[in-house]
């Protein structure tokens, strides 16, 4: 099995402590990046496309996102599962991407580089994103959504063992971080 770069004092034991529900292991050159995840993107269900360099098509184009994937050699899916009053709690649903983030943030700050983590999309890091007009000003932990880099969440789950739905009335939401040389 892959080992995480976990700072000294910190190991896999420490991700649920965090907030981290699920996680499996996997090869970076199993993760399937599929140009409908870019198209989903372009859709701006979510609002944030073209507002963030965390998300498309800020987040640069795919063959980048798959060269960057793969100078890594190991990933680590992982997801958190967020209870909903019912199936239409948007509230609900924006708390946990909310949460989800800084469960991120925690993850990223157990792990030594060089490591890179895609989260969800929007970033959080600065009031204002700089995007498109200056460069990033915390270029080294943004962590891009996995679909800004074309992959699809149930796939990236399927691919690690891990199920995509956890139940009724629940949110789940999905983060990578790829590490280890190539």
Not at 24 to 29: S, Y
Not at 71 to 81: G, Q, R
Not at 138 to 150: E, K, L, N, T, V
Request: with cysteine.
């Amino acid at each position: 099995m892959a080992t995480l770069p976990f700072k000294p004092n910190y190991s896999l034991d420490d991700l649920p402590k965090i907030g981290i529900t699920r996680y499996g292991f996997i090869k970076t050159t199993d993760i399937v990046f599929d140009p409908q995840a870019l198209k989903l993107c372009e859709s701006n269900a979510c609002r944030r496309y073209g507002k963030y360099w965390t998300c498309a098509p800020g987040s640069g184009p795919l063959e980048q996102s798959k060269a960057t994937c793969h100078s890594y050699s190991d990933a680590l899916v992982f997801c958190s599962v967020y209870e909903l009053e019912d199936s239409y709690d948007v509230e609900g649903m924006a708390r946990g991407g909310t949460e989800f983030r800084n469960v991120c943030d925690r993850l990223y700050d157990l792990l030594t580089p060089p490591f890179k983590l895609l989260s969800t999309g929007g970033c959080h890091l600065c009031k204002t994103c700089t995007y498109p007009d200056a460069p990033c000003r915390f270029p080294d932990r943004m962590s891009p959504s996995i679909s800004s880099y074309g992959i699809i969440a149930a796939k990236l789950a399927d691919c690690a063992g891990m199920p995509y739905i956890n139940g009724e009335n629940t949110v789940t939401y999905f983060g990578l971080v790829c590490f280890g040389k190539a």
